[in-house]
C-alpha cells in the first residue's frame, strides 16, 4: 500500500502563495501518477494537477500559470507550488496517486484564502 500525507495548507490572502506538500511511503517512480484534487463546499472534487512517472504534467484549466506541480524522487515527495491564490482556490487539497488499478487518497489539508 501507499501512504500518502499531506501538509502546507493554511490560511493566505488573495494574490498570496501557498506551498503544498505530499509525502509518500513508497518511492514515486514505482508510482503511476500522483498529484492533487481539491473540494470545495457544494462542489464536485476536481483534479488540480497531476505528474507521472514518466514527468509528464497535466494542470485544469482554472490554475495554469499559477500553479506548479514538481516532484522530488530522493525525498518521496511531490510538491504544488501556488501562486496568485485566488478565493475561489479555497477547497480542502487531496493528495492522489495510483498504481496499477489501485488508487490512493491522502487525508487533504485545508486551503482558505480570504482576506
Known amino acids: 500500500q501507499v501512504q500518502l500525507v499531506e501538509s502546507g495548507g493554511g490560511l493566505v490572502q488573495p494574490g498570496g502563495s501557498l506551498r503544498l506538500s505530499c509525502a509518500a511511503s513508497?518511492?514515486?517512480?514505482?508510482?503511476?501518477?500522483i498529484g492533487w484534487y481539491r473540494q470545495a463546499p457544494g462542489k464536485q472534487r476536481e483534479l488540480v494537477a497531476t505528474?507521472?512517472?514518466?514527468?509528464?504534467?497535466y494542470y485544469a484549466d482554472s490554475v495554469k500559470g499559477r500553479f506548479t506541480i514538481s516532484r522530488d524522487n530522493a525525498k518521496k515527495t511531490v510538491y504544488l507550488q501556488m501562486n496568485s491564490l485566488k478565493p475561489e482556490d479555497t477547497a480542502v487539497y487531496y493528495c492522489h496517486a495510483y498504481r496499477g488499478i489501485t488508487n490512493y487518497w491522502g487525508q487533504g489539508t485545508q486551503v482558505t484564502v480570504s482576506s
Open positions: 505528474i507521472t512517472s514518466a514527468g509528464n504534467t
Open positions: 513508497a518511492n514515486i517512480f514505482s508510482i503511476n501518477g
